[in-house]
Nanobody
Framework: QVQLVESGGGLVQAGGSLRLSCAAS????????MGWYRQAPGKQRELVAI???????NYADSVKGRFTISRDNAKNTVYLQMNSLKPEDTAVYYC?????????????WGQGTQVTVSS
């Protein structure tokens, strides 16, 4: 069974940093595109960053230069390093295994972790 468990969220001051982790079980993160998404209160869930199985990355314009997605295949874990945090980064952050057209598998979501950035 595929399971994605996020951790590392918390309360930080503006300008601070956090590193989120997404520990996967029942799935190899190296075989799939993995993404980080976030959802603020009253807003739609939005893409933050994606890493393909080949290691290519893409970021939302709002986080470029501040956030970095990475993975450790040995630990089967995906990370989101968040620097220079702003109050508008406050949201629940979700890890996602993207659907695969090759392996014909659906999306899988973690349960999310809260990030709160104070002024």
């Amino acid at each position: 069974q595929v399971q994605l468990v996020e951790s590392g969220g918390g309360l930080v001051q503006a300008g601070g940093s956090l590193r989120l982790s997404c520990a996967a079980s029942g799935s190899m993160v190296s075989m799939y595109a993995m993404g980080w998404y976030r959802q603020a209160p009253g807003k739609q869930r939005e893409l933050v960053a994606i890493m393909t199985s080949g290691g290519s990355t893409n970021y939302a314009d709002s986080v470029k230069g501040r956030f970095t997605i990475s993975r450790d295949n040995a630990k089967n874990t995906v990370y989101l390093q968040m620097n220079s945090l702003k109050p508008e980064d406050t949201a629940v952050y979700y890890c996602k295994r993207e659907r695969s057209g090759v392996l014909k598998t659906p999306d899988y979501w973690g349960q999310g972790t809260q990030v709160t950035v104070s002024s």
